[in-house]
């Protein structure tokens, strides 16, 4: 009798998934590594999706980081367009279902990584079906986004979500030259934002003639002929030939929750710090996965696709041999409208209120470089820190090009525990085509210490 | 009798001397404040002067952070014109020589500023005098050599000195239509580079146009009718109409010298993380002292306009009454060449063995937004850290627009102390129009650490 190879089963052929199934590659030849991917691709930028609807991307391809090809050249058999529709925990099998050849077949694993992603949030509400309204959480949502716009010429579009996916359609949807309404059922856009800073990024969004609705809840979709006429608002009913819900995603945690895992905040898969599940030998890594949070101290929902790969490596070094921790994450994100950027880090003041920290806030209007340097943009900058310690609590940054990735700087503060003043004299990079004297992070820093 | 005010006596009005009058005057309005400036200018951006010269700044106005007039509106005496040129440590008194009115005279201080700055180091070579010929440190100097390419019409442009001075000059030669040769007496441009970086600039040089000679020692200058002529260099003549000396500064220091205050490296004046220098009731700030290197643990010559006003700051914090101590410097710099940035921080591979430290180094070529978004530019990011520990120790980055100020995360790291394993798993800021997926800097960690 042969003995059977180690055998790893990974399921989800996305950026958690393929990055633990080649970090495990690269450490262990020995290993037998199966991924099973209901989609048809695998390794893609999902991230990059609203630039492809903008036409900024040409080329869906582009978007591909890894085929499944180069997949397979790598010792890595992926099975497309089959999904794992059950987890035998007591067999240590997988059942997968072939979609291709309607067959569904047992895989034995020794190992299995949970990477199965997200979905897109759902809006239950009437005439959700009408042709010409989209999701965009994958390449074939896209291609049938871009066929839309190609073949039915929409002139007036809505954008259903004013967070980061919404903010960048609405980008798209004004790069294609169509009348763009923002409708967001909150009472401003972009909630990981607090509400002044949101207020520039609905500021930004009018300048470029994208029509904002806030506390705006969409109550349905008018339709005619079977096709999408209007949205449906308390505020009136607004006409699109084309609309993109983009109000958030869960993750997909089904197959975990069936098997018992222990899952977290939104459902996501519960796992620790190196990315182990409640279930010995299971694994989870990305957005269907929870994560640690640094600076409150527990595991939160925030699925990216930076984390994603992040957790996806630390399984891999684990399953490989390493002992790898995933310190975890600070709450950093970033977009873009236009020429406006949008960046985050660490808590917001409504976050840090939450969690019972007493939080003071500093701002600053500054600019991207010397005031007097061609192409210098104004930039506004929100510091937040702990008033009885010093301690950075999170930054908020509004602010034209060049203004967004100086997020980076307060993130690497708060993931070493710097306080204000640590911050104040950090040696920060300047010459007149980069920054002013002072680097705006550092005069929000310096308002903040009230000593500026 | 009228009881005398508490006196403060700054001696130099650019930045480090105005940035400690003004913290002074913002925590106390009972100090008496005199600023001697022995030129026409207050708080004038030096490091613009190279972009002033491009034309990329139309007026040197615009180079002015702050009027003397504006100074004095917020009670500071500014002096003009006016030089000291004497210390009475035993009267506390400085003795000024007002230019303007040709007087000596002497002021009383309780408490004195040094902040005299630092001059361009010289070239003692034949033909130094020729009309021709200038340095870059003062706007008077800027205006000198603007006239003479307005006035001349030179064609021919050599740059001696391939530091930062040399190739921003060199930017503005081009940027003029100049033909331009950059002549540098070391073996590499960018000696604060590492020789495998600094060819990156060489390259970037090259093709815009910039002949690139290195081991070319200036000689001579050679002159016709008391102009420049050509530049005498071992690898032969080079024809130049205008020449721009910037082979580095060095500190105005003679009156603390005369005076006996310990000087360190190079002879800046040797102050604490104060500010104090050994003299009690004598300060100093900028170009003029030293500072703490917090990386080597000793104090170093690293003038920048950056350190300049965070000494500055320190300064008028003590002397209003507060305790603020600057924790040093990491050696972060910046500049670039047309679209080419280039920065570093912490120590070069040369400098971390010098010191005795076992270095580590990895790079990484990346681009600075997801490959397949427009704009996109490669990036050379490279790393060093420590051998036994892992602490990193530094970083070099050559790369399109964006690439520069990605250092700053890397001076972050560096003074808070992280190890590369930390730095790996930072929470970066990621989505397309910004970087990739892993951060260039963070994938030149994971290099180096030897798990990519």
Redesign the interface.
């Known amino acids: 009798m042969a003995i059977r190879k180690e055998r790893l089963v990974i399921v989800g052929g996305d950026?958690a998934g393929m990055s633990a199934a080649s970090q495990v590659r690269r450490l262990r030849s020995d290993v037998e590594i199966i991924a099973f991917e209901r989609g048809a691709f695998t390794s893609y930028?999902l991230?990059?999706l609203p630039?492809y609807v903008a036409g900024?991307?040409a080329e869906w391809s582009?978007?591909i980081a890894r085929t499944p090809e180069a997949h397979r050249r790598n010792g890595i058999d992926v099975r497309l367009r089959t999904e794992v529709i059950g987890l035998d925990l007591a067999r240590r099998e997988v059942i997968a279902l072939d979609h291709e050849q309607r067959r569904e077949y047992r895989e034995p694993f020794d190992q299995l990584v949970l990477a199965t992603g997200a979905r897109p949030r759902e809006l239950a509400v009437p005439g959700r079906d009408a042709a010409g309204i989209f999701t965009l959480h994958g390449i074939e949502e896209a291609q049938a986004l871009v066929d839309w716009l190609a073949r039915e010429r929409p002139q007036r579009a809505a954008v259903v979500g004013g967070g980061?996916i919404g903010i960048e359609i609405a980008e798209a949807f004004r790069a294609r030259g169509l009348a763009t309404t923002l409708i967001e059922a909150g009472e401003q856009v972009m909630p990981m934002l607090d509400p002044d800073m949101a207020e520039l990024v609905e500021r930004a969004l009018r300048e470029e003639q994208v029509t904002v609705l806030t506390k705006a809840p969409v109550e349905a979709f008018a339709t005619r002929g079977g096709r999408i006429r209007a949205v449906i608002t308390p505020a009136g009913e607004i006409a699109a030939d084309v609309v993109v819900i983009g109000i958030g995603v869960e993750p997909n945690s089904e197959l975990a929750r069936a098997t018992g895992l222990v899952v977290g905040e939104r459902n996501a898969v519960h796992v620790d710090d190196r990315c182990r599940t409640s279930e010995p030998g299971i694994w989870a890594a990305g957005d269907c996965a929870d994560v640690s949070h640094?600076l409150l101290g527990r595991s939160v929902y925030f699925p990216?696709?930076?984390?994603a790969?992040?957790q996806g490596r630390i399984c891999g070094?684990n399953l490989g041999g390493r002992d790898a921790r995933?310190?975890?994450?600070?709450?950093?994100?970033?977009?873009?409208f236009g020429d406006t950027?949008i960046?985050r880090?660490g808590l917001s003041e409504r976050e840090a209120r939450v969690a019972g920290l007493s939080v003071i806030t500093g701002h600053a209007r500054s600019t991207t470089r010397?005031g007097?340097?061609?192409g210098a943009s104004w930039m506004t900058v929100k510091m937040l820190a702990e008033e009885s310690t010093g301690r950075l609590l999170g930054a908020q940054i509004v602010g034209g090009p060049?203004a967004?990735?100086?997020?980076?700087?307060v993130?690497?503060?708060?993931?070493?525990?710097?306080t204000l003043e640590?911050f104040i004299?950090?040696?920060?990079?300047?010459?007149?085509?980069?920054?002013p004297?002072?680097?705006p992070v550092v005069v929000a820093a310096r308002k903040l210490a009230r000593?500026a």
Chains 1, 2 share one sequence.
């Open positions: 950026a930028a991230c990059g630039y900024y991307v582009q978007l980061y640094r990216l696709g930076t984390t790969n992040k070094l995933f310190p975890g994450i600070v709450g950093t994100a970033i977009t873009r950027e960046a880090t010397s007097y340097f061609p060049g967004g990735k100086r997020i980076d700087t993130a690497t503060a708060l993931s070493a525990g710097l640590e004299y950090l040696d920060l990079a300047y010459a007149p085509p980069f920054s004297v002072w680097d000593e």
